[in-house]
């Protein structure tokens, strides 16, 4: 998280002391913007238990909600969450990085 995100209060001082794991998990995302959704091919590149950065080539708007769904193979793993879009960067070669906030994980809700 950029120096100016904890400043401008983007990012609470809860999760910016929390562990963020180096993954790559791939799966999809489905976003919905203006009503639409709009399914992508996704990667992750870092979690935490407040969040999600992914690879994309969808551009969602920051608020969108999303649906996410992640898997491996070996060692076998898979992840399903719901949360808004936070931020979008514009990466080279027609990518999004986007960040997410989780709002509900299912395997977590009772």
Do not use: C, W
């Amino acid at each position: 998280m950029s120096r100016y995100s904890t400043q401008a209060g983007l990012v609470s001082s809860e999760e910016r002391s929390t562990t963020r794991l180096e993954v790559e998990l791939t799966g999809k995302a489905i976003f919905t913007s203006f009503g639409r959704q709009i399914e992508s091919r996704v990667t992750a590149r870092d979690l935490n238990a407040h969040g999600i950065y992914l690879l994309s080539g969808a551009t969602p708007e920051v608020d969108d909600p999303v649906q996410v769904s992640l898997a491996q193979e070996e060692p076998k793993l898979s992840f399903e969450a719901e949360g808004e879009v936070i931020r979008v960067d514009q990466l080279p070669e027609d990518q999004q990085g986007i960040a997410i906030r989780f709002q509900s994980i299912p395997d977590l809700d009772h």
